[in-house]
């Protein structure tokens, strides 16, 4: 099999499929040998901060000399993004060969009428490819689910991580905070350490973990018996250059905006967390993987003149923290926006809450199937921000942006990971 041929096979898995429980997912495993039940696992769940999270806990786990796989959705320089070892995406190559070994799995559990999703066959190929590559430890970035997400069909983590929780994938997950809690805690195993994410700001600007989801976790936690371990955002300071000072951890951070400050708190409880399950994990290594984590198209300034930033926050709780970071970095710039949703995202919401803060703002289509109409979102702004275009050429929305935009001024591009994947390629040539 080669590397496109591997890559059509996976896109013509469907991508959701609503009947409940692991049992693709475990079929599928069974058939290949349970790669899973020879990893150790770190398991990342929650709405937002998931793929930083989990990249900053893998970069620390490397850096303490720990052979560390890392699983992560969505991609934006290329797909081989989602699957890595010791920072390093798997090769053309080697994807070809696991997804060929995956392909062959499928065949056989098809003959029981088992049709294993775009989601399952990635993630079994992450976990053979994992255990191939004799990983220690594996850092798992779940999907939109909790309980019944196929990542949960792991043994009992070491760590599990709940990042902030807000409201999306509200058709499937329930349409509170609380219910989505519900849902996300259905991965909290007796024998875990629990980190969340903090439910207290302690000064800093950003929104916490919701009260009711908190309680949701502290609940659950209490009847499984796992610790939970929570960040105490007031004994933590930022200073210049985004250097954090966490207890005897300084490390200077490559993400933006306070909520990245929490997301990093978390990471540093889930890496000394592992100490206690076998893990060597030095405060050094723990600085040296916060300050090496990276991830494209979170907050990320792209280039100058103008300053062109890419986001791909996409619901309330990123558009929130989108707006704190720009009011603290960039005070007093004139903003405008290229912006893009999927059908399934509040849009509308979304879009009234960024337009007051715009001069202009110029929405297209990331995606011709999914993507929702850039005449809605037009209609949506209309009345908050004075400068409103729409346009589903994303070329062309982009040299809309960039006329509009003067020379102190910035293009903040966000609403889809699709949209600022192709503005990306655009910029970068």
């Given at each position: ?7 059509d096979?996976i ?22 040998g349970?790669?899973e039940?020879?990893l150790q696992?770190?398991h990342?769940?929650g ?6 999270v ?17 699983f992560?959705?969505p ?14 995406y798997?090769?053309?190559r080697?994807?070809?060969?696991v ?15 088992l ?29 939109i689910?909790g ?9 009992v983590p070491a760590v ?5 929780i ?16 519900k849902?996300?805690?259905?991965v909290?195993?007796?024998g875990?350490?629990v980190v969340s ?15 009711d ?12 018996g ?7 955002m007031s ?5 210049g250059n985004n250097?954090?000072h ?13 909520h ?5 708190a ?12 076998g ?18 198209a ?6 100058e ?6 986001d ?7 558009i ?6 720009l ?7 004139e ?11 509040d ?47 994303m ?8 006329r509009l ?16 994947s192709?503005?990306?390629?655009i910029?970068?040539?």
């Amino acid at each position: 099999m080669q590397y496109s041929e591997a890559l059509d096979f996976i896109y013509s898995r469907r991508k959701f499929e609503k009947s409940a429980g692991h049992e693709r997912i475990a079929a599928l495993l069974d058939t290949l040998g349970n790669p899973e039940k020879s990893l150790q696992f770190v398991h990342v769940v929650g709405t937002n901060g998931k793929g930083t999270v989990s990249t900053m806990i893998a970069e620390g786990a490397k850096a303490a000399g720990i052979r560390t796989g890392l699983f992560t959705s969505p991609f934006v320089v290329e797909f081989c993004e989602r699957i890595q070892v010791n920072n390093e995406y798997i090769r053309h190559r080697e994807l070809a060969e696991v997804i060929e070994k995956v392909k062959a799995g499928c065949e056989r559990i098809e003959k029981d009428g088992l049709h294993p999703t775009f989601f399952e066959v990635v993630l079994a190929a992450a976990l053979i490819y994992f255990q191939e590559r004799s990983c220690s430890l594996a850092v798992l970035e779940a999907g939109i689910g909790g309980q019944n997400d196929s990542t949960n069909i792991i043994p009992v983590p070491a760590v599990t991580v709940i990042t902030a929780i807000s409201l999306d994938h509200t058709e499937v997950l329930g349409n509170t905070t609380e219910k989505i809690a519900k849902e996300k805690c259905g991965v909290i195993k007796k024998g875990s350490t629990v980190v969340s994410f903090p439910p207290d700001n302690g000064g800093f600007d950003f929104v916490p973990q919701p009260h009711d989801a908190f309680e949701v976790i502290r609940e659950t936690c209490r009847k499984t018996g796992c610790e939970l371990l929570v960040p105490d955002m007031s004994s933590l300071t930022v200073t210049g250059n985004n250097t954090l000072h966490s207890g005897n951890i300084d490390a200077s951070l490559h993400f933006s905006g306070d909520h990245q400050t929490a997301n990093a708190a978390c990471a540093v409880l889930a890496l000394t967390a592992l100490r206690s399950h076998g893990f060597s994990v030095p405060d050094e290594a723990v600085r040296t993987g916060l300050e090496n984590a990276f991830l494209p198209a979170r907050m990320e300034k792209i280039s100058e003149n103008p300053t062109v930033i890419l986001d791909g926050g996409h619901n309330i709780g990123c558009i929130k923290a989108l707006i704190k970071m720009l009011q603290k970095d960039y005070p007093g710039k004139e903003i405008t926006a290229l912006l893009s949703f999927m059908k399934d995202k509040d849009s509308e919401s979304c879009v009234k809450l960024f337009a007051p803060i715009c001069k202009n703002m110029v929405f297209t289509l990331a995606d011709p199937v999914r993507g929702e109409a850039s005449e809605n979102m037009k209609r949506y702004a209309e009345a908050f921000c004075p400068n409103v275009y729409a346009d589903d050429s994303m070329e062309e929305s982009l040299k809309t942006a960039m006329r509009l935009t003067k020379e102190n001024g910035i293009i903040v591009c966000a609403g889809s990971f699709y949209l600022v994947s192709e503005i990306r390629k655009i910029l970068r040539g």
